[in-house]
C-alpha cells in the first residue's frame, strides 16, 4: 500500500504550560525527533509561550502552530490574535474549529470559515477540526455532522489553497476519554471526508489532503489507526505534554512510512 502523504503529528497543548515550562518540553521534542523529516512534527503552544517555543525550534525540522486566531486582520477584539501575529514567530499551522472552541466559545461553521480563509490568506496552513458528539454518534448523525462542519468550514477555499489544507478528525466522545475510535471506526470517517474534499476539491488534489485522527492518540494505539489509508497523522493532545510519549507517535509513524 502506498499512501504519498506525508504524516503529520501534531501536538495540541490546550491551555497547558507557562512559557518556562514550554521551553523545557519544546527541547524534549526538538531531541526526540533529530534531524528526521520522514514524519512532520508540529508543536501548537498556547499563545504565550509562541515566543519561547519559536526559539527552541527554530534550527530543527520541528514546526510552530496556533492553537486558534482571529479572522480580522487587526482591531478591538480583547484577548484576540490574528494571523499576522501568529506568523511574526514563523507558525506554519493554525488549530481552528477545534470540538472545545466549537463547544465553549459557541464558534460557528461560517466564524471558523472566515478564519480557514484569514489562514489562508496570511500563509498559514489550517488544521481543521472536524468531529461528532457522543450523542450525534450514537443517534447515527456521525457523517451528516462531519459533513456539515467540513462543507461548512471550506467555503471559499479555492483548489490551489486546499492543496495545503490539513483536517483533523476528533470525535468528540474520544478527547481527553480514554476511549479511541476502532481504525476502522475512524477510517470510516476519514474516507467520508475524502470523498467530500473529492466532491469540493477534486480528485487530485484530495489525494494530497492529510486528515488527522484525534482523540487519546498514544503511542500504544498509534500504529493501527496511522495504518488506516485514509489516516494521514494525529493531532494529539493529552500525550503530546511529555516528550517521550509524543516520539512514540512519531516513531509509529515513521516506522510506517519506512515499511513502505
Ligand atoms: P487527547 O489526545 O487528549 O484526547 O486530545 C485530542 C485533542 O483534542 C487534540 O486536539
Redesign the pocket.
Not at 474520544?174 to 476519554?177: C, D, E, K, S
Not at 493531532?235 to 503530546?240: D, E, F, K
Given at each position: 500500500m502506498e499512501k504519498h502523504r506525508k504524516y503529520i503529528i501534531a501536538g495540541?497543548w490546550?491551555m497547558n504550560k507557562t512559557a518556562g515550562e514550554s521551553v523545557e518540553l519544546a527541547e524534549g521534542v526538538v531531541k526526540e525527533v533529530g534531524d528526521q523529516t520522514v514524519v512532520e512534527a508540529v508543536l501548537c503552544p498556547p499563545f504565550t509561550s509562541l515566543d519561547s517555543v519559536a526559539t527552541v525550534v527554530e534550527d530543527s525540522p520541528v514546526k510552530l502552530g496556533g492553537q486558534n486566531m482571529h479572522p480580522a486582520a487587526s482591531g478591538a477584539y480583547t484577548g484576540e490574535v490574528s494571523a499576522e501575529m501568529l506568523r511574526f514567530f514563523y507558525a506554519s499551522y493554525v488549530?481552528l474549529g477545534?470540538?472545545?472552541r466549537r463547544e465553549y466559545f459557541k464558534e460557528s461553521d461560517a466564524f471558523i470559515n472566515e478564519k480557514v480563509l484569514a489562514a489562508f490568506a496570511n500563509n498559514l496552513k489550517p488544521i481543521l477540526?472536524v468531529g461528532e458528539s457522543l450523542e450525534e454518534r450514537e443517534s447515527g448523525s456521525t457523517l451528516q455532522v462531519v459533513e456539515t462542519q467540513t462543507r461548512g468550514g471550506l467555503a471559499n477555499v479555492t483548489n490551489e489553497d486546499a492543496e495545503s489544507l490539513v483536517v483533523?478528525y476528533?470525535p468528540v466522545w474520544?478527547?481527553?476519554?480514554g476511549k479511541t475510535a476502532t481504525p476502522e471506526m475512524a477510517q470510516e470517517v476519514h474516507a467520508a471526508i475524502r470523498g467530500i474534499l473529492t466532491d469540493l476539491f477534486g480528485s487530485e488534489i484530495a489525494q494530497k489532503i492529510r486528515i488527522q485522527y484525534?482523540?487519546?492518540?498514544k503511542g500504544s494505539n498509534a500504529k493501527e489507526l496511522l495504518s488506516q489509508t485514509d489516516i494521514d497523522g494525529g493531532?494529539?493532545?493529552?500525550?503530546?505534554l511529555d516528550a517521550k510519549s509524543f516520539a512514540e507517535i512519531i516513531n509509529a509513524a515513521r516506522e510506517l512510512e519506512e515499511a513502505e
Open positions: 495540541n490546550k488549530i477545534h470540538s472545545e477540526c483533523a476528533e474520544a478527547i481527553g476519554t484525534g482523540g487519546s492518540m493531532l494529539i493532545g493529552g500525550a503530546s
